[in-house]
């Protein structure tokens, strides 16, 4: 409990008398008591205020560099995302669409879905430079339970022709460690 910043007397305390943000570091340490390599983490402070997001992200990373760890971290929060990671996975009804480092994936991203996403998010302009195109995506997310035939993404990309109706794209590397699933790369 120490370990994750929690008074240690807490700990014949009931649930109900912690608050969401100790709540996580409880789950922190659990996980930590297993000794693990590797922690998944997933959405861990999505339904977090703010103010305490941060501090348990920077939990995370004291922890991560104490005991050598290795997170997956699963998150719709793509600043949060950029915040925390080295290598980041972009996926699309359960399937990888780009997997690349960080910096790849922000500055040059590659597949439709994730330059939709990141066209997203609000970036601070400099005076004179160019506005961002927001790309808006059509249609509705289809069922995982029953996803398209061919790319998946085919029913809402801007980008999709014939070929991506009846072919599903390999996943592979298309520049050094930056791989992708897209027939625009084949
Ligand atoms: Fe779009 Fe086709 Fe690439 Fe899928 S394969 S992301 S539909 S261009």
Redesign the pocket.
């Known amino acids: 409990m120490e370990k994750v910043g929690l008074n240690a007397s807490f700990i014949n305390r009931y649930p109900h008398e912690f608050s969401g943000g100790q709540r996580q570091r409880i789950g922190i340490s659990r996980a930590l008591a297993l000794n693990p390599e590797l922690i998944i983490a997933d959405e861990a402070v999505s339904a977090l205020d703010v103010s305490i997001q941060a501090q348990i992200i920077n939990l995370m990373e004291d922890l991560q560099e104490e005991f050598g760890l290795t997170y997956i971290f699963i998150s719709h929060d793509l600043s949060v995302v950029r915040h925390i990671s080295d290598r980041v996975g972009v996926m699309y009804l359960g399937k990888m669409?780009e997997l690349a480092s960080k910096k790849e994936i922000y500055t040059e991203p590659l597949?439709?879905?994730t330059q939709a996403l990141l066209s997203a998010v609000p970036v601070p302009r400099k005076k004179g430079s160019m506005k961002r195109e927001r790309i808006i995506l059509k249609g509705e997310l289809p069922s995982p339970a029953n996803p398209p035939k061919?790319?998946v993404?085919?029913t809402r990309?801007p980008?999709?022709?014939d070929?991506?109706r009846q072919v599903n794209?390999d996943f592979k590397e298309v520049k050094s460690n930056h791989f992708v699933?897209?027939?625009?790369y084949t």
């Open positions: 669409m597949h439709p879905y061919g790319c993404f085919h990309c980008a999709a022709f070929l991506c794209p699933a897209c027939h625009l």
